[in-house]
């Protein structure tokens, strides 16, 4: 039984479709970081580093309340991808693991992409830049690849489901955050888009 699962990986992979099923799967928790209510921006900060750090640091809090009532599979997603080499610090000693969805076929999750339309922010210049940084970096502790490529909704549901229940959770592991500039951030002024 998992405590935390994070899904990562860019934009029009499927995390969300693969999010929500797996919340009917195990009837757990499904949380979005964009579920974070709106608040307003004080003047004289830098708009988009406030409102991510805010944003990061209610969902965080809001993790830990879930975990803390005692709920298990706290399926947790939509966050900047630079916060994904925090979560083996934060959630250490916890039984989580994190599925890094990729698709070896950039095409395929292009095409993905341009599906969703009005429903999605299409910027193929910044999914190719954020899919080459998710796909290169190394593998963090807990965290496994999900390869979406040639794959329906209900066999990525289904390798899911397996990698999740097979998967050996460490929850004591010798960790160095890795440089920031192997991630992607979504913040402009993080200087991580090239």
């Given at each position: 039984m998992?405590?935390?699962?994070?899904?990562?990986g860019p934009s029009g992979i499927g995390k969300t479709t693969l999010a929500?099923?797996?919340y009917k799967h195990y009837n757990?928790?499904?949380?979005?970081?964009?579920?974070?209510?709106?608040?307003?921006?004080?003047?004289?900060v830098d708009e988009g580093k406030f409102e991510e750090e805010i944003m990061w640091e209610s969902f965080i809090l809001l993790l830990k309340y879930f975990y803390d009532k005692g709920l298990k599979y706290i399926i947790a997603l939509?966050?900047?991808?630079i916060r994904s080499r925090e979560i083996p610090q934060i959630f250490k000693g916890t039984n989580f693991?994190?599925?890094?969805?990729?698709?070896?076929?950039?095409?395929?999750?292009k095409r993905q992409m341009i599906a969703r339309?009005?429903?999605?922010l299409i910027d193929l210049e910044l999914l190719e830049i954020s899919?080459?940084?998710i796909m290169d970096r190394d593998l963090l502790p807990n965290e496994v690849i999900l390869d979406i490529v040639g794959k329906s909704k209900e066999e990525?549901?289904?390798e899911a489901i397996d990698l999740i229940d097979s998967f050996n959770s460490k929850l004591d592991y010798e960790y160095n955050v890795p440089d920031k500039s192997l991630f992607y951030s979504w913040v402009q002024s993080d200087g991580l888009r090239k």
């Open positions: 998992k405590d935390y699962i994070f899904i990562i929500k099923e797996l757990g928790v499904y949380f979005e970081q964009n579920m974070i209510p709106e608040f307003g921006i004080p003047d004289n939509d966050f900047n991808d693991v994190t599925l890094k969805l990729i698709s070896s076929d950039y095409e395929q999750n339309g009005s429903d999605g899919t080459k940084k990525v549901l289904k």
